[in-house]
């Protein structure tokens, strides 16, 4: 095999060739099967290694602050749902909840308890390793999902994305992190999985795949409408550029001038560009007023919405009905018809439908208007189920849990908009990424520019797919860390084709070489064509590359993971995490509580508000935790045994109230969370003649050039210094200094009764 032929990629639908033509039948039975056996163990080293990277140690993290709140409530529906008829008569269990996003990762999570007290875990079924287990599972199994897209990747180019997404910081560590986002980045790769499998075969199993990769990502985050704004927007492009290739442009030019486009594709698309690009913006811009109005007529907005939840309930079973008669009446009419008359009927509908679609240039449209109707009935039932089955809480919300479904979710996005958790600036995303994942940016970079050059509708959807979710993520108000893997995902399915072309070089530079040495020939060189050995070189370079920038990749991988996984002021990627100290001060409750009642958990604990979480899912086993300290409890509260205090009710002086000189109590002050340096924040706005400013920033920084020349202090009248820059990050790759100050913690009080002979 020349290597000309080596990195010709494999394209959209195009199956591999067989290694051997001139082979017989059995021979070339024997070949694709020890290809596919090879596959298979690559595949499954990488799934190995990407389990052991997710499961390893799973538990050992304190939970995050949303962690617990999953948690919690999971444990919750958990035994609620043991009294399923409770919950259906009286309708007081739990209800969805767009603050805590979506139903699934709680019935989800509920299900990996009962399952874990089946088998005997320890803590019943319930600890922090078991919280993370569905995370785990999931983030595993996203990396073995581009196995499925190697037909149209590339079967070289899916392998390598399977090893970046296994290695990739980001992914790896919101792998083990129980939160909704990485169930949604599964279940959005999913989506994408069976849609381009169903235009590949028109298999019903496959529609039936992205149908369920779009429900479930449906019912567990609200970001799913971005999902749904990408892969809208691209397919309306797909369609639109399909209909403009069969009208002609050129040969009805005189003199077919070579400027014009063969058809009318490229300028429709162009037309569709603009138009959906003003719309677009009109769109964000209407948004943000509503955005706006909602948070400024709360009450008003609440009420129309509460109006618009009713009116769809109730419209709701009327559309069922009428679906339902649709197929009955579809179905009477192909009984009583008979098959031949049906199939008849079907033949003349696809010879009419033949003469304005042509299969090779339009198969996007030649696949929704040849679908069979059966293909939407059952695609639009399992959306319709998942969506039933979760919302409406295995059925004992059935009212509410439609309209919220439909509505609550946007609407609480909508709100949101204004609050801005977070407050992080546009550029965020372009700041954090290249931080951790540097062999996904560049080769991400090489791949995007590669797609464009030699495109497939798989590789244009990967470009629009990382570029849109990098717009619509900088653009959206709330701006996590946690986000970045939705853009981190389809970079990496692009940098495993930016990869491709250079390693085929050299795996068919090695298989040749080892060809010749079994076959025992003289010593071997490579033969190449012209210019083949300059083709050799740039792939050797590319994986020397590779290899290089993979190595800080796996370095940060590590160290976010396993190293600092609890430790935010050295890491960008961790976003305020609960610090190990919560494990120490629960060390000294369960010392107390042995000491006092013999390890029974009878101990009474004053927990303040704002100490709720996490700390009221470390205590669940306490039945006797009085919430809101001291309002909770006013009769024990003056000689209650414990109390954690957190850090408003510490500044407000409560250490004083209790530990003071005549107090009664001992007093301990540990950090509940830590957090990573946001000098890179824009400066605060200065009021000048040709500068207004509005409301001030919640947090103000430095800039991020600054930032990264000279920390949160830089000199007067300094500007951005590369070399500076370059010595702060490698500092911070290798030995984790951080680039900022390292000081950012909410604190966190433990206070012990002076007579119970425990110090805090």
């Given at each position: ?31 694709v ?5 090879l ?8 799934l ?33 749902l ?5 919950c259906?008569?009286?309708g007081?269990?739990?209800?969805y909840d ?39 599972t ?68 496959w529609?039936?795949?992205?149908v ?42 005189e ?21 959906g ?11 943000h007023?509503l ?110 849990g ?23 600036p ?15 940016v ?5 791949g ?40 981190t ?8 084709i ?14 040749e ?42 370095h ?5 993971t ?9 890491e ?7 610090t ?31 100490a ?17 300290y ?21 500044a407000?002086?409560?250490p ?10 001992l ?36 800039g ?27 500092a911070w ?21 002076k ?6």
């Amino acid at each position: 095999m020349s290597t000309q032929e080596a990195v010709q990629p494999v394209e959209a639908g195009q199956d591999d060739q067989p290694l051997s033509q001139a082979r017989g039948g059995a021979d070339r039975a024997k070949t694709v099967s020890r290809g596919q056996i090879l596959e298979w163990v690559a595949y499954g080293v990488v799934l190995v290694v990407a389990a052991v990277l997710r499961f390893w140690d799973l538990g050992v993290r304190p939970l995050h602050h949303d962690e617990s709140l999953h948690a919690y409530f999971s444990l919750q529906l958990m035994n609620q749902l043991a009294n399923w008829e409770h919950c259906f008569a009286f309708g007081d269990c739990y209800h969805y909840d767009p603050l805590l996003h979506g139903p699934f990762q709680f019935h989800a999570m509920a299900l990996v308890y009962k399952l874990a007290q089946l088998v005997g875990v320890p803590d019943n079924g319930v600890n922090t390793t078991t919280v993370r287990l569905l995370a785990a599972t999931l983030g595993t199994v996203m990396v073995g999902l581009p196995y499925l897209l190697r037909r149209s990747l590339g079967r070289l180019a899916a392998w390598l994305a399977t090893v970046l997404l296994a290695v990739s910081p980001s992914l790896v560590y919101y792998s083990r992190f129980a939160r909704e986002d990485i169930y949604m980045a599964c279940f959005t790769l999913l989506l994408v999985v069976g849609l381009v499998r169903y235009g590949q075969e028109r298999k019903l199993g496959w529609l039936l795949v992205g149908v369920l990769g779009l429900a479930l990502s449906y019912a567990t985050k609200e970001a799913t409408f971005l999902t749904i704004a990408v892969v809208g927007s691209y397919g309306g492009g797909v369609l639109v550029w399909e209909l403009g290739s069969r009208w002609g442009l050129r040969e009805k030019v005189e003199g077919e001038p070579g400027w014009l486009p063969r058809t009318w594709a490229p300028l429709l698309l162009l037309a569709y560009a603009l138009i959906g690009g003003v719309v677009a913006l009109l769109l964000f811009r209407w948004l943000h007023n509503l955005s706006i109005y909602i948070t400024t007529h709360q009450q008003v907005s609440d009420a129309f919405v509460a109006a618009l939840k009713d009116r769809t309930v109730q419209v709701i079973p009327w559309l069922g009905i009428a679906l339902g008669l649709v197929v009955l009446v579809i179905l009477l009419r192909e009984m009583f018809q008979g098959e031949a008359a049906v199939e008849a009927a079907r033949q003349r509908q696809r010879r009419g439908l033949a003469r304005w679609v042509d299969e090779e240039r339009q198969p996007v449209l030649a696949t929704l208007v040849k679908m069979p109707w059966t293909h939407w009935f059952f695609g639009l039932l399992l959306f319709w189920a998942v969506f039933l089955v979760l919302f409406t809480v295995l059925f004992t919300n059935i009212r509410g849990g439609i309209g919220d479904g439909i509505w609550a979710g946007i609407y609480y996005w909508l709100e949101q908009q204004q609050v801005a958790r977070g407050g992080q600036p546009w550029y965020y995303y372009l700041l954090l990424i290249p931080l951790y994942e540097q062999v996904g940016v560049v080769f991400g970079i090489v791949g995007l520019v590669r797609c464009l050059l030699r495109p497939t509708r798989l590789r244009l959807w990967l470009v629009y797919w990382c570029v849109g979710n990098l717009v619509l993520y900088s653009w959206a108000a709330e701006k996590m860390p946690w986000l970045t893997i939705h853009i981190t995902l389809p970079l990496l399915l692009l940098a495993g084709i930016g990869l491709e072309p250079g390693v085929q070089l050299v795996v068919s530079w090695l298989q040749e070489g080892w060809k010749r040495w079994r076959e025992r020939r003289e010593e071997w060189e490579p033969r190449e064509e012209r210019g083949g050995r300059g083709r050799l070189e740039w792939g050797l370079l590319t994986v020397l590359a590779g290899i290089v920038l993979l190595v800080p990749t796996v370095h940060n991988m590590y160290e976010v993971t396993y190293v600092y996984e609890a430790d935010a002021p050295h890491e960008m990627l961790i976003y305020v995490q609960t610090t190990v100290d919560v494990n120490r001060v629960m060390a000294k409750i369960d010392e107390l509580d042995r000491k006092l009642d013999g390890g029974r958990h009878q101990l009474a604990i004053g927990l303040t508000d704002d100490a709720t979480w996490p700390l009221i899912w470390y205590l669940r086993d306490y039945p006797n935790v009085c919430l809101e300290y001291p309002n909770g409890c006013p009769a024990i509260a003056k000689n209650i045994p414990v109390i954690i205090a957190g850090g408003d009710s510490i500044a407000n002086g409560l250490p004083q109230q209790y530990a003071g000189p005549n107090g009664d109590y001992l007093y301990h002050q540990y950090q509940m969370r830590s957090w990573w340096d946001q000098g890179y924040m824009p400066p605060p706005c200065i009021p000048s003649a040709k500068q207004q400013c509005g409301p001030p920033a919640p947090y103000v920084g430095v800039g991020p050039l600054l930032w990264l020349s000279y920390g949160d202090n830089p000199p007067p009248g300094a500007h951005f210094n590369p070399v500076l820059a370059a010595e702060r990050i490698w500092a911070w790759w290798w030995q984790r200094q951080p680039i900022g100050e390292d000081a950012g913690y909410y604190p966190m009080g433990l206070l012990i009764r002076k007579d119970l002979g425990v110090t805090p």
